[in-house]
């Protein structure tokens, strides 16, 4: 562990750019929101602005990307295919720890199954992070019913914790401990540890009322989804409430669907895109033939919430799908985020209990 001084604290984000391109949480002037983009000058980093409007997964999962290019010009001439690979480093400064778990989440869809995502992977495999402790929860967030904050526990190269004047670092592998050394930083003591963690605790007495009343309910919910005993009527419900937009997924750290499609670049010549997709489209499930077996928006919601809170799922990721960010919640225009789901099927589930 070690110490540095709370001014001197972008000396760290100063350093790794000199070796990768630098993204970090900065407030655009004009709205007021938070962005986690891509700096030239570490100065826009700003570690105490509110969690950013969307997860930094588009960085290592970007919303429309060439993953090849290809040419065939017909009879014996060869195919030639170009996969594009990104290796350009990056370092993320200042990630909060449920969007570290959302990329966590990624790796396992990405590599972590039997087939391996090399695109991905060249993105992946070059990356620093820093992660940035929330000593004070945001409106939204949940991250405490998910197990995934407001402390990072793995994953990353160096975490931050803001404990007064000072900044305590721990590094979580020998890349960040390597930076640590380098840079000459102070060693910190037991006792400054131990400020950490009595501000994680109060930190985890501040979130909202549904934070705290509803840690034992998102494992309900995760046994009332997989056992299929929320009532159709909640499903229903649900699907009334959708505008079938999309936003949740975009917004979700931890979604990972795409679709794929060839575009012409020229004679003979086209480029591989792949692109975001949403559960939330009727057109999702569409197969070639016409045929569309979730059709209705209600078997659509149903397979968002069961894909982020089932056991098999859970098995998947090794954790729950949903990491507790609250984003979905703030964008959806039909109060169907996550918190309001498990309102309904704990409500649901009450008054069947009552019976």
Known sequence: MYLIKKNDILQIAKALSTEYQVYGPVIEPGSGQTFFEKVEDVSEINLSAPIPAAPPKHIVFPQADRILSYRYAGGNAPVEMKPDFKETPKALFGLRSCDLTGLQCLDRFFLGQEFVDEVYRSLRKKMFIVTNTCVVPFKYCFCVCTDSGPAAEEGYDLNLTDIGDNFLIEAGSAKGKALCEKLQLAKAADK?????????????????????????WVSRVMNRITTGFAKEEVWEYVGDQCFECGACSFVCPSCSCFNVVDTATGDCSCDRLRT??????????????????????????????????SYSQSKKYLRPGCVGCGRCDW?????????????????????????
């Not at 963690?197 to 934070?211: A, G, M, P, Q, Y």
């Not at 057109?283 to 209600?298: F, I, L, Q, T, W």
């Open 331 to 355: 964008v959806c225009p039909g109060d169907i985020g996550m918190p309001n789901v498990v309102k309904y099927i704990r409500r649901e589930t009450t008054s069947r209990d009552q019976l």
């Open 276 to 309: 975001w997709d949403s559960c939330s489209y009727e057109g999702y499930s569409r197969m070639a033939g016409g045929h569309n077996p979730r059709k209705p928006v209600e078997d659509r919601r149903n397979k968002r919430f069961f894909c982020k809170l």
């Open 192 to 216: 400054d540890l131990a400020e950490k963690n009595r501000l994680v605790d109060k930190s985890i007495t501040l979130f909202e009322s549904f934070s705290t009343e509803s840690k034992a």
